[in-house]
Structure formats: C-alpha cells, structure tokens
C-alpha cells in the first residue's frame, strides 16, 4: 500500500506543480499546499483558498454549464461587482448568483491513523466540516471545509434583482467572511507545522 500511495503522491504533486506553472492554483492557499506535501504520509487532490464570485447558473443547475463572469480570492469593492453585475446581465440569460466560498481543501494520507490525526488538527483549527469522504487500498482521503458563505440571487432574465446599496452590504459581509475563513486556513497552517510531519 505504501508504495503504492508514494506513487499516487509523486503523481499529484507533478500536477500540482505543472498547475502551478499556469497560474491555475489559488495563491494564498500555495503555502499550506507545499507544507502538506512536503510529508510523507499526506498529499493533497484538489482546494480552494476561498473566493468571491458572480456566476451565471443554468435553470439544470448543470456546473458545466455554469459561467463564472467575475472571481476574486481576495477583499472586492461593491463598484467592481456592481459594474460586472451590470455586463453579467447584459450577456447571460440565466439567473446569476453573488458567492462567497469558504478555504476548501482534500487531503490524501496514508493511514487511518494519519488520517484522524489530520482530521484533529482540522477540529482544532474551527474547521467544523472535516471528515473522511474516501476510502480506498491505496489512500484515505479527507476533505476538510470551512463554514463561511454568502449566496444570493442578484439577477435574472437580464435585470438586477437588487440595487447597488444592496451590493455593498452583501459585499461587506462576503469580505468579513472570507477574512474569517482565511484566519482559519493559517490556524490549520500554523497547527499542522506544530504537528511536524
């Protein structure tokens, strides 16, 4: 098994670093990435440092054919999502949602024991949505989730449902939240660096 997960761990992070390369990683989450895999027994699959987002959704609710049109992995200003809205509603017939996403992050170890040990530091750091979503022969694999979000409705069939005043009070509270889930991405960060690998 271990030999195996070795060459599971090789392979990702060659992905890693070839998304990386093409800017395809979210860049306040690179720290914790390079931190976990620089262990043994852990390497991580898939994250996301948080984000902010318009997005124009399908009536399937179809990710495929969803269309994210403005994102941001840090604070935004009610003018820039407001002017984006603006365009967004211009382009897409569908209805558009305003998001906040919270730090996201899946983690493959090697042991049940490495596992449950992530999973505790995860707890520790007030990630509250953590746990074992897969396993397998070669892995155990932990997805851990921040609780931060904001998701509103803010256009349809080529109008706004809100106006600009609205925007600013949604945007504060997307910005207060990300700025949470971000301090408990560096709780984890500094928590698991204590752990040692």
């Not at 994210?68 to 820039?80: A, G, L, M, R, T």
């Not at 967004?88 to 596992?115: D, R």
Request: glycine residues 4%.
């Amino acid at each position: 098994m271990l030999m195996e997960f070795g060459r599971l761990k090789t392979n990702f992070e060659r992905k890693l670093e070839e998304a990386k390369k093409k800017g395809l990683v979210d860049e306040p989450i690179i720290p914790l990435l390079e931190l976990i895999n620089s262990c043994n027994d852990f390497f991580t699959t898939s994250s996301c440092a948080g984000r902010i987002i318009l997005i124009a959704i399908p009536p399937s609710w179809k990710k495929n054919l969803s269309k994210i049109f403005f994102k941001s992995h840090y604070k935004v200003k009610p003018e820039d999502v407001w002017t984006a809205l603006l365009n967004g509603i211009q382009k897409f017939e569908s209805p558009i949602y305003f998001k906040q996403e919270p730090f996201i992050l899946h983690v493959s170890a090697s042991t049940l024991q490495n596992a449950l040990k992530i999973l505790s530091i995860a707890q520790e750091s007030g990630i509250k949505h953590s746990g074992i979503v897969n396993i397998s022969k070669n892995r155990i694999t932990i997805e851990m989730q921040s609780i931060e979000r904001v998701d509103a409705i803010v256009g349809r069939e080529g109008r706004t449902l809100i106006d600009n005043n609205y925007i600013s009070e949604l945007v504060r509270d997307a910005n207060l939240k990300l700025e949470i889930t971000r301090e408990k991405m560096q709780r984890f960060f500094d928590n698991f660096k204590s752990f040692g690998c």
